[in-house]
């Protein structure tokens, strides 16, 4: 009786035969107003407590989102402090691949001497200064007996050819060779033809009694070069093999081996993992297969040994140089090429 009639209209019946049937009243109809103010008020707490909660976790993120760009902001500030420090030599060092903890080191040394603590900015003209003073070169030849570590793929014995055809050839000494590298396949092979090209005496050790064998043979030699098996700094065994046969072979020198290819974290784990040989000198190869040479300055902050030689290729004996300060100081400095 409440109801207030909206529309009507006759509809046909469903089915088939619905087609022959009288058709039907459809009534659409509605309560009033007032009607519907006088009946009872339905139940929205579900409603309300769901909108409450919608509310919440809004807010949640709301904070969620004002804690990360907080974040953002202050993870800006530091870089773009850097930017604003990485001028003149500094962004030059970066762009050659020097480390920041490299640069930082040098800048704090050259920061502590006496004539650069009162001013306000660091010259350029210190930074170099603190390059030269870090970067160190030779000695190439002190005692007889000379041996070559690393890890795999660095080019030992591609570098101990370049060194005895440089000593053989040049300055006419007596070169004997010998290579304990026998695990690797065509390591003494290698090495063989080498030997054989330069007409050099070539032993080869197998083992710690080969040694002893080995040294007589090349008694008459003026320079004894060692190969040595590629070692990885992870393999606490095989570098304490190699400690034995160093220990057995009394080396005048230890030559640390290392590629300029090399990430700097490699790099430091290799000079720290080698540092038990007590090498105390380097040979940087590969050099023409890099485009910046800020490896050089990474390893001499990293190492207190002097660098001995640089390779840039492959030929033998002509890819290798004698290292000098001045030279190492203008690879790094971009002023020096290969």
């Known amino acids: 009786p409440e109801a207030v ?5 006759n509809i046909r ?10 058709k039907k009243l459809e009534v659409t109809a509605a309560v009033d107003e007032l009607v519907k103010k006088s009946m009872p008020i339905p139940d929205r ?20 989102k004002e804690m990360l760009q907080k974040l953002i902001d202050n993870n800006d500030k530091p870089k773009d402090a850097k930017k604003e420090k990485k001028t003149g030599i500094r962004k030059m060092l970066c762009d050659r691949d020097v480390s920041d903890d490299v640069i930082d080191l040098i800048t704090s040394k050259a920061k502590n001497k006496s004539e650069y603590k009162d001013l306000s900015r660091l010259p350029d003209s210190a ?13 190439v030849l002190n005692g007889r ?6 890890p795999t793929g660095v080019g030992k014995t591609t570098t101990i050819a370049k060194i005895a055809a440089m000593y053989s050839l040049n300055q006419k ?6 290579t304990i590298d026998t695990y690797r396949i065509g390591a ?15 032993e080869v050790v197998n083992s710690m009694e080969d040694i002893q064998r080995a040294l007589n043979n090349l008694k008459d030699c003026d320079i004894i070069l060692v190969d040595t098996t590629g070692r990885s700094i992870k393999n606490i065994m095989q570098l304490s093999e190699l400690k034995l046969y160093l220990g057995k072979l009394k080396p005048d020198m230890v030559y640390l081996v290392v590629s300029m290819t090399t990430k700097y974290n490699d790099l430091i784990q290799i000079l720290n993992g080698f540092s038990t040989m007590d090498y105390n000198s380097v040979i940087l190869t590969k050099l023409d ?3 910046t040479y800020g490896s050089v300055l990474n390893v001499a902050c990293n190492t207190e040994v002097p660098i001995s030689y640089i390779t840039v290729g492959q030929n033998v004996p002509d890819d290798i140089e004698v290292a000098t300060s001045d030279r190492l100081v203008d690879l790094v400095a971009g002023e020096g090429n290969i």
């Open 173 to 178: 000494k007596k070169v004997g060779l010998i």
């Open 145 to 150: 007996i000379h041996a070559f570590i690393g």
């Open 188 to 202: 003494v092979e290698q090495l063989k033809i080498y030997a054989d090209i330069l007409e050099l005496p070539l």
């Open 13 to 22: 019946q469903k089915g088939f035969f619905g087609r022959f049937k009288p």
């Open 289 to 291: 297969e890099t485009s």
């Open 127 to 139: 930074i170099l200064d603190g390059i030269k003073d870090v970067i160190k070169a030779g000695p």
């Open 45 to 64: 707490t579900e409603e309300i407590k769901e909108s409450f909660e919608r509310r919440e976790v809004e807010q949640e993120l709301s904070e969620v």
């Open 5 to 9: 009639i909206i529309s009507r209209r």
